[in-house]
Structure formats: structure tokens, C-alpha cells
């Protein structure tokens, strides 16, 4: 039987070599066992809730089916199943999950993966990405029993699974989060790209009846995803830049394929990194909205968070990359912002987990309430705070050598980045190199994948590109 391993966020394999409806019925069996144990724990946060999980899935090839599975399952082990009725955003499943009180809830995506992809994501009972220890946990009770199932047809009969439209639910919550009517008066014309995610229609819908004009790009269901990975990053963006080129928008929102990530581009086509995205709403929240708290940003996020931080006097707090590790700030209370580099933000006032279409809301809040240009925004803030340039290389690397190069590059630090003195080396989840100036540069493996992921950023483009080259020369000899 294959061995089944939760990464930085959920189980994911290709379909019908490792993520089949056998395995993705005994990782149901392995959760439904852990839950159970958990309700009948005394110290467990979930003692004596009622066995209630969430199930939702994304439109990825046979994700309603692996859902089924999935439901079937816990119904078997005697837990009432709330289903989605059709492919639904993840954060709307972590919102029903914290809602209706459940002990948790599965998403069944593999998010911004390639298509042939499939994966199994595991909320807990807060309404947010389960923890490692949970994960482990459940990884523990693994074929610890045997699957045990009832079929559909059975299970709705007895009450135990209940097919529900749990969007409306997500996004009335939204629009208590924003100042919607802000919005809806604004006459805002703005495109929003669906990367043929779940996504698609949700901003027409909360939109309706308002005077913003919303223009759905890539909309349509496309198991293949229209021959890209559904991931928020510029070379995914080609045919919605193409259309803003000859029908300009005031701005395009973009959310992955299951729809807890955003990115953007202005309205002319022009790439918006995620990077300025989180700076934006960071800007909007302590400016406009007039917020105080900690900030919480995942390593690999622009240095522009720590100096606006440091200009507003807010506590920053720096994480592991995960949304995971966010999410475990914000349930200490008093968080501002969670960001990280991929695009997932949270927000105070609502679940902790990343929200794609929250995101985007808030952007338009922005733009309704400066009623300038995302362009000039962008500027401003350059002209406060200086540019920054950041990049990431993927490169192959053995994973049975990654310790010893973590090792390595701890040991030995560069004496400078570019021409500025080291200042820092934060190891805590892989090796940062951070210089005086605020560049840096980072090595880090992927949780799953014989990958190593180098990041960099400097003040113009050619220095961050020097350093991405730096990292590679970094781990020459460590490969052969």
C-alpha cells in the first residue's frame, strides 16, 4: 500500500497512481478514527462535540467522486457529513467548519498543483489548516482498522450525509467583513481570473445588484485547466493579459484553483507579484482602516512588511512557510495580517485561513476608498519604503543530501549579500541569509519533492538575479 505523507498543507499524489479511492478511503478512515478519539479526549478542544465534519471539493478530475468516498466513510464510522452540492472554494469549507460547529473538515484539491494532480486537505475544528501534530496524528492512525463505509444512497437515507450549498453561508460573512457598501457604490470595473478554478462566479454573485461591473476570466470547468496549473503567478496570466491589453479594467483579481490564494495584475494586463498584493492591504488596513495588531508573514515574504512594520511600530512576527504556522498566531488573537509569499492572506474578524475572495474584496475596498490607481498605490509605496525585487528558482536536488547542505549553509554564512554586510541567518525553516541593507537569500526544500527552492530579493533586478545565482553556487558539490 503506498505511503501516504502530509506536506506543507494536506496529502497530494497524481491520480490513479497513488491518490485513488482506496487510499483516499483509508486516510478518511485514519481521520475518522483520530476525530473520534479526540471527542472522547478530556483535554482535546473537540471533547464532546457532536461527530460533524465538513466535506467539500474542488473541479479537479473525479474530486466529487473522491469527496463521496470520502463522506461515505465517515458516515460509516458514524459521523453526520455536511457534503458540498458542487465544486466550492476551500475557505468557504474551513467557514462551515467553524460555523456549524464541526470536529473538522476535509477539502478534497490539490490546489495550484498540475492537473494530473489530486490532494486531501484537513481542516481543523477552528476553521483553519490542521497543525503538523495533528497531521501526524493522523497519519499514526493510518490502517490502524479497516475502512469502514456506507454507501450514499444508505447514508442519506439514515440522515448521516446532507448534501449543502455552504457558499451563501461564506459569503454573507464576506461582506460583514468589508465595508460593502463602500464597494457596491464604487462603479468599480474590475476583471477577476479564475485560473478555471472554483472561483469562477463568485465575485458576479456577491457583486449582483451592485454598480461594480465584474468581467470572469478562464471561468469555465476544465479538468486540464486550460493546459496551465491553476497557481496565481505571471506565466499562467497570458490569456487574461491579452484581453486587459484591449479592455482595460481598474484592476484584475486572480484566485488559484481552489480559490484560498489571490494575485493580480493592474488593469491593463501588468503583473501584480503577491508580494505588492500583501504590502497593499498591509497599507490599506494600518491607513485606512486605522488597524493595530501583530503582523505575521511566512519567511519568504518581501522585506517591504518588516520596514512598513517598523515605520507603523507593529510587532512582526516571521514564520515557517506553511499557512499552517500563520494559522497558529492567529489563534493567539491580536493578529492584523497573516501573509505569505504564495498569495495566502488572513484576516482579523474571520476564520484563520487564507481567503483568495476576502483578499479580493478588501482590494476593492482599497480602491473604493483611495479612488486612485493600483499603479500610483504601488509607487507610493515605493517611494516610502524602496523598491524590491524578488525571484525563486526551483532546481533539482537529492533529498537524501539536503540535510547536510542545511548543515552547510549554516555553518559557513557568506560574509555579504551583494556589497552589504550579513546581518542575520534564521535557520528555523531552511537557511535565510538576511544583509544589512535587506536583501536576502534563501535555500529550502520542498516538503515533498527532490526540489530545492531558492529565493532572493534586492532593490533592483539584477541584484536579485545575482543572488539567485549565489544560491545556486551555494550547493555545487553537494549534489554529485
Known amino acids: 500500500m503506498a505511503r501516504i505523507h502530509f506536506g506543507t498543507d494536506g496529502w497530494r499524489a497524481v491520480i490513479a497512481e497513488e491518490f485513488t479511492f482506496a487510499n483516499v478511503a483509508r486516510v478518511a478512515q485514519a481521520t475518522a478514527g483520530f476525530w473520534k478519539s479526540e471527542i472522547r479526549n478530556r483535554t482535546s478542544p473537540i471533547f464532546g462535540r457532536t461527530p460533524r465534519v465538513v466535506v467539500g471539493y474542488d473541479r479537479r478530475f473525479f474530486s466529487d467522486r473522491f469527496a463521496q468516498v470520502t463522506a461515505e466513510v465517515f458516515a460509516g464510522n458514524g459521523f453526520q457529513v455536511i457534503l458540498t452540492t458542487e465544486p466550492t472554494p476551500t475557505p468557504s469549507v474551513s467557514f462551515a467548519v467553524k460555523q456549524r460547529r464541526a470536529v473538522g473538515g476535509v477539502m478534497i484539491t490539490a490546489s495550484h498543483n498540475p492537473p494530473s494532480f489530486n490532494g486531501y486537505k484537513l481542516k481543523s475544528h477552528y476553521g483553519g489548516s490542521s497543525d503538523a501534530a495533528t497531521c501526524r496524528a493522523v497519519?499514526?492512525?493510518?490502517?490502524?482498522?479497516?475502512?469502514?463505509?456506507?454507501?450514499?444512497?444508505?447514508?442519506?437515507?439514515?440522515?448521516?450525509?446532507?448534501?449543502?450549498?455552504?457558499?451563501?453561508?461564506?459569503?454573507?460573512?464576506?461582506?460583514?467583513?468589508?465595508?460593502?457598501?463602500?464597494?457596491?457604490?464604487?462603479?468599480?470595473?474590475?476583471?477577476?481570473?479564475?485560473?478555471?478554478?472554483?472561483?469562477?462566479?463568485?465575485?458576479?454573485?456577491?457583486?449582483?445588484?451592485?454598480?461594480?461591473?465584474?468581467?470572469?476570466?478562464?471561468?469555465?470547468?476544465?479538468?486540464?485547466?486550460?493546459?496551465?496549473?491553476?497557481?496565481?503567478?505571471?506565466?499562467?496570466?497570458?490569456?487574461?493579459?491579452?484581453?486587459?491589453?484591449?479592455?482595460?479594467?481598474?484592476?484584475?483579481?486572480?484566485t488559484d484553483g481552489d480559490a484560498d490564494r489571490v494575485g493580480g495584475m493592474d488593469g491593463r494586463g501588468h503583473y501584480l507579484s503577491t508580494h505588492q498584493i500583501i504590502c497593499l492591504l498591509l497599507?490599506?488596513?494600518?491607513?485606512?482602516r486605522k488597524g493595530r495588531g501583530r503582523v505575521v508573514k511566512a519567511l519568504t515574504t518581501t522585506a517591504m512588511v518588516d520596514k512598513m512594520c517598523a515605520a507603523y511600530g507593529l510587532e512582526l512576527v516571521e514564520t515557517g512557510v506553511g499557512f499552517k504556522s500563520i494559522c497558529a498566531e492567529m489563534l493567539q488573537g491580536g493578529v492584523l495580517l497573516g501573509a505569505e509569499e504564495s498569495g495566502g492572506i488572513g484576516f482579523p474578524g474571520h476564520i484563520p485561513e487564507r481567503d483568495g475572495i476576502a483578499a479580493g474584496l478588501l482590494l476593492l475596498e482599497l480602491l473604493a476608498t483611495e479612488r486612485v490607481p493600483v499603479t500610483r498605490l504601488l509607487a507610493d509605496l515605493e517611494r516610502q519604503f524602496g523598491p524590491h525585487r524578488y525571484g525563486r528558482w526551483d532546481i533539482p536536488f537529492p533529498l537524501e543530501k539536503r540535510a547536510s547542505l542545511m548543515r552547510s549553509l549554516k555553518a559557513h554564512p557568506p560574509a555579504r549579500l551583494l556589497r552589504s554586510p550579513l546581518a542575520e541567518v534564521k535557520s528555523f525553516d531552511g537557511v535565510k541569509y538576511v544583509a544589512e541593507d535587506s536583501s536576502w537569500l534563501m535555500l529550502r526544500g520542498s516538503g515533498t519533492e527532490p526540489v530545492l527552492r531558492i529565493y532572493a530579493e534586492a532593490r533592483t533586478e539584477a541584484g536579485m538575479r545575482s543572488l539567485l545565482k549565489r544560491g545556486v553556487e551555494l550547493t555545487q558539490g553537494k549534489i554529485s
Open 139 to 254: 497519519e499514526g492512525w493510518l490502517d490502524r482498522h479497516p475502512v469502514r463505509s456506507l454507501p450514499l444512497v444508505d447514508a442519506v437515507q439514515a440522515g448521516l450525509i446532507r448534501s449543502v450549498d455552504i457558499c451563501p453561508a461564506h459569503y454573507a460573512a464576506l461582506k460583514k467583513l468589508v465595508n460593502f457598501d463602500l464597494i457596491a457604490k464604487s462603479k468599480l470595473r474590475f476583471a477577476h481570473d479564475a485560473l478555471f478554478g472554483v472561483g469562477a462566479g463568485c465575485f458576479e454573485q456577491l457583486l449582483a445588484g451592485t454598480t461594480c461591473q465584474v468581467t470572469t476570466l478562464n471561468g469555465a470547468h476544465d479538468v486540464l485547466f486550460g493546459g496551465i496549473n491553476p497557481e496565481p503567478i505571471e506565466k499562467n496570466y497570458a490569456r487574461s493579459q491579452a484581453y486587459l491589453k484591449k479592455h482595460p479594467h481598474d484592476i484584475c483579481l486572480v
Open 283 to 288: 497599507h490599506h488596513f494600518i491607513v485606512n
